[in-house]
């Protein structure tokens, strides 16, 4: 518990400091255009318990998502049943985010990048998922439009695979993370406001374009879905940013920084609590 609040606090401070820095709302580099940036929404790790407040969200704001779902998550049939919902929202995409989800055990899975492969393939298959777009368990890595970065240097050689097989991978510019108990760390406006500086500061992989990583187990609560609901709102009524699907994600962008001899960098926003890349099971969210 006070694990939670020290998240919390810690998120508060920092999204002050954003919008702080940001220039408490003005605008930097001129007069601004209309939809200006681009900003995707995700969700990983579905099908579970938050998924149906989800789904309801998006049905109700109509405007796009990505599901990066996880076949294991799928076996309980009260989950099937979640996953069909996702099916049979037409503003819904899936995309493949592994099978097993490392099961849990994320180092000695990216030591094994033909596993990697394979488990990626299993959840195609058995998913029917129809292309090869994608998104590590626990890693931020992206291999798009000819280039490539790596948060954590453990998922290159299995990032490296799959972009060889056809893959195309995202990460995330900024994650909306959550405590150990699932509830969303932060509030729709402080999101928001974390969402304008990034974009304006260029600390996305694509100038201009915004990956936001969520998680279906955040929503498991109707005020979280109604948080969600007030970010979806907030980022509509912004005449600057369009909400789009991840099919509109260009595949070519401006040249990409000179790697260092550390390798790429890229500056991007710090999170807190529980994350994708601090992660707990996802299956402890399954009950
Ligand atoms: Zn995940």
């Not at 989950?79 to 899936?94: A, D, Q, V």
């Not at 994320?106 to 990048?113: A, F, K």
């Amino acid at each position: 518990m006070r694990k939670e609040r020290r998240a919390i606090l810690k998120w508060g401070s920092t999204a002050a400091a954003a919008w702080f820095l940001a220039g408490c709302g003005r605008r930097p580099g001129g007069p601004p255009g209309r939809e200006r940036y681009s900003v995707y929404l995700t969700s990983d790790d579905g099908p579970l318990k938050g998924s149906p407040n989800l789904d309801a969200a998006i049905r109700e704001t109509k405007v796009p998502l990505t599901a990066f779902v996880v076949g294991k998550h799928a076996h309980p049939s009260l989950y099937r049943s979640y996953l069909e919902g996702y099916r049979n929202n037409p503003y819904i995409t899936l995309a493949n985010h592994s099978y097993t989800h490392a099961n849990g055990h994320y180092i000695d899975y990216y030591r094994h990048p033909m596993q990697v492969l394979a488990d990626f393939e299993k959840n195609r298959v058995v998913l029917g998922l129809g292309d090869r777009r994608g998104r590590l368990p626990g890693r931020d890595s992206w291999r798009l439009g000819g280039r490539a970065y790596d948060a954590d240097r453990s998922a290159t050689a299995a990032a490296d695979l799959l972009a060889s097989h056809g893959y195309t991978l995202y990460g995330w510019d900024l994650e909306w993370t959550h405590t150990h108990s699932g509830r969303p760390i932060g509030t729709a406006e402080e999101l928001y406001r974390r969402i304008k500086f990034q974009l304006h500061r260029g600390h996305t992989y694509t100038p201009g374009h915004l990956m936001l990583l969520m998680h279906d187990q955040m929503f498991g609560t109707l005020s979280a879905k109604m948080e969600l609901k007030r970010l979806i709102m907030l980022l509509k009524n912004d005449p600057q940013i369009r909400l789009r699907p991840l099919a509109d994600y260009p595949l070519s962008a401006p040249p990409y920084k000179v790697p260092t001899t550390k390798g790429p960098r890229l500056i991007k926003g710090r999170t807190t609590g529980v994350g994708e890349t601090t992660p707990i099971d996802p299956l402890r969210f399954s009950r």
